[in-house]
């Protein structure tokens, strides 16, 4: 299995530029996550799917940020426009079943630099 | 407002020592506890935990939970270098897949 893919590895953007980070779950995972990780405020959970339905986008900072799942292969995160405190590490992860607790399985992120 | 909150947030001993992390929670609604492991790159799975006073063990790694005082503690003897990396707690509440990550524990082991 190859595992939770995302792209790009790593990005460098000037502030005001569109930015979209994308991700492969593991095929047969119903569930996604996308996570923030930064030194300050740790591992954020940004928003949670469920069979491609956004369940939980709380903790998506504000409306710059957006995330969608068209298919069950693919989601997307988007900041329109990027700011230099979205400067972090962006992990995607999915969950074979949306049970609570169930061990999640992460991407090796994609590391955002906004300048 | 649930929350996890690990102790202590470094830690910088020598090859051989033991170590102990901290891991406390309030939730509303608990369903598991669980350690991930952070080198460079992602997060990787350690121990999942349900059950109170019931330890769970890879090589080197223990962890147990204690549902009443509300806390888990993983345990590293014999400490490598390799071992070195950023330990996580998260747990997972209520009927949703999703987990909550604590702010993490930075180990350092020095030869």
């Known amino acids: 299995d190859a595992g939770v893919i995302q792209s790009p590895r790593h990005e460098v953007t000037e502030m005001g530029q569109e930015v979209t980070l994308r991700c492969k779950p593991i095929s047969g995972h119903n569930s996604l996550f996308w996570y923030r990780q930064t030194m300050m405020r740790g591992l954020e959970l940004l928003i949670y799917f469920n069979n491609n339905v956004p369940i939980d986008d709380s903790g998506m900072p504000e409306d710059r940020f957006s995330a969608k799942m068209p298919n069950a292969s693919f989601s997307t995160l988007k900041i329109q426009p990027s700011e230099p405190r979205d400067s972090a590490v962006y992990f995607c992860?999915?969950?074979?079943?949306?049970?609570?607790?169930?061990?999640?399985?992460f991407g090796e992120g994609s590391w955002l630099t906004v300048v | 407002e649930d929350k996890v909150v690990q102790s202590p947030l470094s830690l910088v001993v020598h090859e051989g020592d033991t170590v102990t992390l901290n891991c406390s929670y309030e939730?509303?609604?608990?369903?598991?506890l669980l350690w991930y492991k952070q080198e460079k790159k992602a997060p990787t799975f350690l121990f999942m935990l349900t059950s109170s006073g019931i330890e769970k063990k890879s090589g080197r790694l223990s962890s147990i939970l204690d549902k009443k005082e509300l806390f888990s503690i993983l345990n590293i003897t014999a400490t490598q270098t390799g071992d070195s990396a950023i330990y996580l707690c998260a747990y997972g509440s209520g009927n949703t897949g999703k987990l909550i990550f604590g702010q993490g524990t930075t180990l350092q082991v020095k030869p």
């Open positions: 939730v509303t609604n608990f369903r598991s």
């Open positions: 992860a999915s969950n074979p079943t949306g049970i609570s607790g169930n061990t999640i399985y």
